[in-house]
């Protein structure tokens, strides 16, 4: 499966760190924003642990990654990037994430939400999962179903002006089925170009081969140059 779903017009991306999109869906996305969407980012944390420098705080970190996070959308054409703040490296699926996502997606009314994989992966390779990812996955998918829909979960939303929204497609990202293949082969470089924002977490100078690599083995599955994939579920 391929193109924009033309029946759709706003997505949502929920992701733990700033970058984590960008190396997921950045394609996708981009191709969405050339097609007129309004796509908004949530970043859950504030990214202040993700550095072996010595030299910088935790205080200089946020605003760098904050930085290099809305450099990467002013690239991609995104509407709107939101950061919850949340402590990087200490991401629970708490009830308190799970509101403030729901916020997020009551405002925004996405028609499709992308997100990380709750699942940790144990097959061998040398990743296996940031808890961060695992947290952000499970408080996402517990935020899309049932709490976005419920009227009366989180009532003081509803004090907010927020009526529940139901989202009609959700992504996941990293998952060991995907089924849903977007052709990014147009938007390859505006994705590593997105990627490559967050200088302060490139440490290999091939970095933007690494996700070309990566996107052209996704699409020799499925007969495309460059490819993104997900598993996607229908929220009939």
């Known amino acids: ?64 990654r904050k930085k290099e996070q809305l450099d990467a959308g002013k690239l991609l054409g995104l509407h709107k990037v939101v950061f919850l703040d949340y402590e990087d490296s200490m991401l629970e699926p708490s009830l308190d994430l799970r509101r403030d996502i729901v916020r997020q997606i009551r405002f925004y009314k996405p028609d499709i939400l992308i997100c990380l994989s709750p699942v940790r992966r144990l097959d061998g390779s040398s990743y296996f999962g940031h808890p961060d990812h695992l947290a952000s996955g499970e408080a996402t998918l517990s935020a899309v179903f049932p709490s976005a829909r419920d009227r009366l979960t989180y009532p003081e939303l509803l004090e907010e002006g927020l009526e529940p929204h139901k989202v009609s497609e959700v992504w996941i990202m990293g998952h060991d089925d995907d089924d849903k293949f977007v052709d990014v ?29 990566w996107r052209y083995r996704i699409g020799q599955k499925v007969g495309f140059t460059y490819a993104e994939s997900f598993k996607r579920f229908l929220m009939d």
């Open 1 to 64: 499966m391929t193109g924009v779903d033309t029946d759709c017009k706003r997505a949502m991306v929920v992701v733990a760190h700033a970058d984590d999109a960008e190396w997921g869906c950045a394609g996708t996305v981009a191709q969405w924003c050339n097609s007129g969407w309004e796509v908004v980012y949530v970043l859950c944390t504030d990214g202040s642990k993700g550095t072996e420098n010595p030299d910088l705080t935790s205080e200089e970190l946020v605003i760098i």
């Open 185 to 213: 082969t147009d938007c390859i470089e505006i994705a590593v170009s997105a990627l490559k924002s967050h200088s302060s977490q490139i440490a290999d100078d091939d970095v933007g081969k690494q996700l070309i690599d």
